[in-house]
């Protein structure tokens, strides 16, 4: 599908904008910008990983979300079975068929003025840390236009890579994917100068179809989190899934087979990681 066939001129969407930057009610959302991600995982392979992302602007914040993790939300909650036993008890499962989503990308970020929040979930608990926006932008007198949209040149390094990104003050929303923002326009388009990484707006979705509608991230993915330092959150993550290999490989065979899977499969991970290309090389 091409995406860029779909993207509106934005100046428009902005114009349109204004009049609702009204103050903070209840995350409506008033604006709404799809960034496709490629980025290379492995640096066994030149392969390109690519996802959907969503921007949404409420008021005075805005949420970027994989859209395969909200596809995944929507088709559980839509999918979910209950079952009364006749000892009393309930259990819980799936309808016939139905397959969920799958995403490495089951973070949530949301940008303020001041700060970004990064919540992701380890296990059953839902952890949160918080960063300061970028103030270390370098911008270059340099233009160009990214699909009809006219665009200014800044630079910036951050967390291990170097990267350029091209912004539009047309939009003046100081938001972008990930915890790029900081800027003095929407971010149109940003890539490290490796190449490994690159996002870059594909569509914007017009006014007219978000009027009366509400940010559609479950609360329960950003509220009522435990605060933490980033740090302490991959670490809580890596447990978590390492436990959930160990029960993997334990359930239905023997203990001591199950020992064994459990080993080979850490021995993978750790081989793999002396492979892994993350998008942040610091912390």
Same mark, same amino acid.
């Given at each position: 599908m091409?995406?860029h ?16 930057a009204?103050?903070?009610k ?22 390109r ?47 016939k ?11 949530i ?17 839902? *952890?949160?840390?918080?960063? !300061? =926006?970028? +103030?270390?932008?370098?911008? @270059?007198?340099?233009? &160009? ?7 200014k040149k ?16 047309e ?20 890539t ?8 870059? *707006?594909?569509?914007?979705? !017009? =006014?007219? +179809?978000?009027?009366?509608? @509400?940010?559609?991230? &479950? ?25 959930a ?7 239905g ?8 899977m459990?080993?080979?499969r ?5 081989e793999?990681k002396?492979y892994?290309?993350?998008l942040?090389?610091?912390?």
């Amino acid at each position: 599908m091409n995406y860029h066939k779909k993207l509106l001129p934005l100046f428009i969407l902005f114009y349109s904008i204004l009049p609702y930057a009204q103050s903070y009610k209840k995350d409506s959302l008033r604006g709404e910008f799809v960034y496709q991600l490629k980025a290379k995982f492995d640096t066994r392979t030149e392969n390109r990983h690519e996802e959907l992302f969503l921007l949404q602007l409420a008021d005075n914040r805005a949420f970027f979300v994989s859209s395969v993790s909200l596809k995944g939300d929507s088709v559980m909650a839509n999918s979910g079975t209950t079952t009364h036993n006749s000892d009393g008890s309930i259990t819980l499962g799936w309808k016939k068929d139905v397959v969920i989503p799958k995403t490495n990308f089951n973070f949530i970020i949301i940008q303020a003025n001041e700060n970004i929040q990064f919540f992701d979930h380890a296990g059953m608990s839902l *952890l949160t840390y918080k960063e !300061p =926006v970028i +103030k270390t932008w370098k911008l @270059v007198d340099e233009t &160009k236009v990214i699909n009809t949209i006219n665009c200014k040149k800044a630079e910036v390094s951050f967390k291990g890579r170097n990267w350029i990104a091209w912004y539009s003050p047309e939009i003046p929303f100081p938001y972008g994917p990930m915890k790029f923002s900081g800027l003095p326009g929407l971010i149109i388009k940003i890539t490290d100068d490796k190449g490994d990484y690159d996002f870059e *707006l594909v569509k914007s979705v !017009p =006014v007219s +179809k978000l009027k009366g509608k @509400v940010i559609n991230i &479950k609360k329960s993915r950003y509220t009522e989190a435990i605060e933490t330092t980033q740090p302490k959150l991959k670490e809580a993550v890596r447990n978590a899934d390492a436990n959930a290999a160990a029960a993997l490989a334990s359930y239905g065979t023997t203990i001591i087979k199950g020992q064994e899977m459990l080993r080979e499969r850490e021995k993978q991970r750790e081989e793999n990681k002396k492979y892994e290309n993350p998008l942040e090389l610091s912390n």
